[in-house]
């Protein structure tokens, strides 16, 4: 099974901050690689899937790069609407998520 | 507009048996795979069934082969999920998603989800 290991697990950050979430796979999976937004208590909403390619409607302050085993979620800009959980997910063979990444207000 | 709407979930005790539902509209749900993920409370995203669009091809997570059973109903649009000999660690707000290509796919649309607890 391929394995997923974001970092950090808890992130710290100001609106207007540039942040920057890691996902590394244990495998390579090429870029077959999304990211998804989760806030409490609602479902998770698709943000990049291929690696780096943009969901309709997300806004172009998230970006996702990467290939291989290593990928970064960027988000260049962060506003108040930001603030919650990111995963990582591989769909090289079959599914796996990373263990998530909580973006918290500093 | 697409949307996914699950139902089913409640509390059970251990051994027992549940059927989750999910209820699509919005799109051609006969040409889509569709999966179950899971979330256990404070937990992480766990990624538990497909099914393919015609209902052919099945794939379980390992927690739960041999005791879940994913099927769809392309004429009433519905995906099902049957949980056999639940377990406490089975506890979990269980969500259907749309994927997005064939077996190996991201997900883009999610229902809100439906909680299913086990205990005593």
């Known amino acids: 099974d391929i394995q997923m290991t974001q970092s950090p697990s808890t992130l710290s950050a100001s609106v207007g901050d540039r942040v920057t979430i890691t996902c590394r796979a244990s495998?390579?999976?090429?870029?077959?690689l999304a990211w998804y937004q989760q806030k409490p208590g609602k479902a998770p909403k698709l943000l990049i899937y291929?690696?780096?390619s943009l969901q309709s409607g997300v806004p172009s302050r998230f970006s996702g790069s990467g290939s291989g085993t290593e990928f970064t979620l960027t988000i260049s800009s962060l506003q108040p609407d930001d603030f919650a959980t990111f995963y990582c997910?591989?769909?090289?063979?079959?599914?796996?998520f990373g263990q998530g990444t909580k973006l918290e207000i500093k | 507009q697409v949307q996914l709407v699950e139902s089913g979930g409640g509390l059970v005790k251990p051994g027992g048996y549940l059927r989750l539902s999910c209820a699509a509209s919005g799109f051609t749900f006969s040409d889509y795979y569709m999966s179950w993920i899971r979330q256990a409370p404070g937990k992480g995203l766990e990624w538990v069934s497909y099914?393919?669009?015609?209902?052919?091809?099945?794939y379980y997570a390992d927690s739960v082969r041999g005791r879940f059973t994913i099927s769809r109903d392309n004429a009433k649009n519905s995906l099902y999920l049957q949980m056999n000999s639940l377990r406490a660690e089975d506890t979990a707000v269980y969500y259907c998603?749309?994927?997005?290509?064939?077996?190996?796919?991201?997900?883009?649309?999610w229902g809100q989800g439906t909680l299913v607890t086990v205990s005593s």
């Open positions: 099914i393919s669009s015609r209902g052919s091809s099945l």
């Open positions: 495998q390579s999976i090429s870029s077959w």
């Open positions: 997910q591989q769909y090289d063979s079959y599914s796996t």
């Open positions: 291929k690696a780096s």
């Open positions: 998603a749309r994927q997005a290509g064939w077996s190996h796919s991201f997900f883009d649309y």
